[in-house]
């Protein structure tokens, strides 16, 4: 069965340092992956998105970054966290392109920026 | 482009009273509608989803949804609802005629079941 882990649960950090989130999907073989941002009352906001090792699409611009560097391995980038990068990060996995499949979303990072 | 709307931020109900948790989209394009739900301090789960075939689909745990196309709504309803569907529920829509698979999440309902 497929699983998917993001590490770590929780993070807190000083303004101005730098972030590396990681997320790896088990079980499945060449997945779409995504960040996803939620902060407080925001609802979900889709930061990256991935079709395939080293192909990164951004939506949202801003001082972060995500790599790909294998198949089943997403990582989110910072090198200077701002207050606003507070929120609650969320991996996504899924296969195909009909947009009738599922999204599996990971357990989610809480990041506390201070 | 695809849009979501959930039109209640908050919807606060008594244990076993049913309850209706709205959702509108709006698309130039057949669409996929999805149902998350996410609990406390963790990812979303898929609820439900419509694809084609019966407007009416259901969850394991007895929530239903109706897809409403001439209304572009696919509200989720429950007849009698527990303590443990307290949660933050989302709607999501995605392009069902062949174009970008990217899902568009509504900002999120949070249910709160009261004993």
């Known amino acids: 069965s497929q699983t998917i882990h993001q590490w770590p649960a929780t993070l807190v950090q000083p303004v101005g340092s730098p972030l590396s989130l990681e997320c790896t999907v088990e079980g499945t073989s060449n997945p779409n992956l995504y960040w996803y941002r939620q902060a407080a009352g925001r609802g979900l906001q889709l930061l990256f998105y991935?079709?395939?090792?080293?192909?990164i699409s951004s939506e949202v611009p801003q001082n972060l970054s995500a790599s790909r560097p294998q198949d089943r391995q997403f990582i989110l980038s910072s090198k200077k966290l701002l207050l606003s990068d507070s929120g609650f990060y969320l991996c996504?996995?899924?296969?195909?392109?009909?947009?009738?499949?599922?999204?599996?979303f990971g357990p989610g990072t809480r990041l506390t920026v201070l | 482009a695809q849009s979501v709307t959930q039109l209640d931020s908050q919807v606060p109900v008594f244990e076993e009273a049913p309850v209706e948790l709205r959702c509108n989209y709006s698309?130039?394009?057949?669409?996929?509608l999805f149902w998350y739900v996410q609990y406390p301090n963790q990812g979303l789960q898929l609820l439900l989803k419509?694809?084609?075939?019966?407007?009416l689909v259901e969850s394991i745990n007895g929530f239903e949804a109706e897809f409403n196309k001439s209304q572009t709504s696919f509200h989720l309803r429950k007849p009698s609802v527990h303590i443990s569907d307290t949660a933050e529920y989302f709607c999501?829509?995605?392009?069902?005629?062949?174009?970008?698979?990217?899902?568009?999440f509504g900002r999120g309902t949070s249910l709160i079941v009261h004993p």
């Open positions: 996504a996995w899924s296969v195909g392109s009909s947009g009738s499949d599922t999204q599996y």
């Open positions: 419509y694809l084609s075939g019966s407007t």
């Open positions: 991935s079709v395939g090792i080293g192909q």
């Open positions: 999501a829509v995605r392009d069902a005629s062949g174009g970008s698979y990217i899902p568009t």
């Open positions: 698309s130039s394009v057949s669409v996929y």
